[in-house]
């Protein structure tokens, strides 16, 4: 048995590609897995828990499905589902991990983040992320109609598009420095995180050590899954978005 980590489906009833290959991966790939982690930006947007439309319930059932058969299921919030909380959690019987969170993935002391704290040379992000991730404002939100909600998380991705565009390649990647400070204040060899949509793996040169940085990739046009074994082994997976079947490598 393995554990899987995933991140960045961006799930939206606009793109029925991407749930369609989530459908397919909760079907073909996940139940092999004895956890899966769901490391930030499942959802191109989420206004609250009480959002309960089809969409939602839909997705909320695929995961109930995976847990109700024993399986363990984590769920860390990103920059565009932030809003995810403890009774979304709950319907889908999973644990809501805090970011970052420090685990013992078979015996490596592993650290998980959604990834967006680390572009700190993005000054007006971060600016935003500190306000969106208060409580305060949290609750200022959710307390608006579902409607005015929707309203404002169009208006929430419109700005980010326009933002994005206008940002150079290394502002919205991370910052070494601070990867490198994560690392060593929670005394871990390896981190896995999503958010920056470049998958790779990255040597880390730590204070007396060599350590290991694991970008996930996002579901644009292909799925990517990063597969642990309790042997140590790590492999990322990728599958063309539209791939029938995600156990034949294409690679």
């Known amino acids: 048995m393995t554990t899987l980590f995933i991140s960045d489906l961006h799930l939206d009833a606009s793109r029925p590609d991407i749930t369609g290959a989530f459908e397919r991966f909760m079907t073909q790939i996940a139940p092999s897995a004895d956890a899966l982690y769901i490391l930030g930006d499942f959802f191109e947007a989420w206004i609250g828990d009480d959002d309960r439309n089809d969409f939602n319930q839909h997705i909320v059932n695929l995961l109930k499905r995976y847990t109700d058969s024993g399986k363990s299921l984590f769920l860390m919030v990103g920059n565009r589902d932030f809003l995810l909380g403890e009774e979304f959690a709950r319907q889908c019987g999973a644990t809501l991990l805090d970011d970052p969170t420090r685990i013992d993935l078979y015996g490596t002391a592993t650290?998980?983040?959604?990834?967006?704290?680390?572009?700190?040379?993005?000054?007006?992000?971060?600016?935003?992320?500190?306000?969106?991730?208060?409580?305060?404002?949290?609750?200022?939100?959710?307390?608006?109609?579902?409607?005015?909600?929707?309203a404002l998380a169009r208006q929430l991705r419109e700005q980010s598009k326009s933002m994005t565009s206008l940002k150079a390649e290394d502002i919205m990647d991370v910052t070494a420095s601070e990867?490198?400070?994560?690392?060593?204040?929670?005394?871990?060899?390896?981190?896995?995180?999503?958010?920056?949509?470049?998958?790779?793996?990255?040597?880390?040169?730590?204070?007396g050590s060599e350590g290991e940085r694991i970008v996930?990739?996002?579901?644009?046009?292909?799925?990517?899954?990063?597969?642990?074994?309790?042997?140590?082994?790590?492999?990322?997976?990728?599958?063309?978005?539209?791939?029938?079947?995600?156990l034949v490598s294409t690679s």
């Open 179 to 207: 990867v490198l400070r994560e690392m060593e204040d929670h005394r871990v060899t390896r981190m896995i995180h999503g958010h920056t949509h470049r998958p790779d793996r990255h040597s880390i040169k730590l204070t």
């Open 111 to 150: 650290l998980l983040m959604h990834g967006d704290s680390l572009c700190t040379k993005d000054e007006e992000y971060m600016a935003f992320r500190l306000q969106a991730r208060s409580t305060q404002w949290q609750q200022q939100l959710l307390a608006q109609p579902i409607e005015a909600r929707r």
């Open 216 to 246: 996930l990739g996002d579901w644009h046009d292909h799925l990517w899954w990063l597969e642990a074994e309790p042997s140590g082994s790590l492999q990322q997976h990728k599958r063309p978005i539209d791939q029938p079947n995600l």
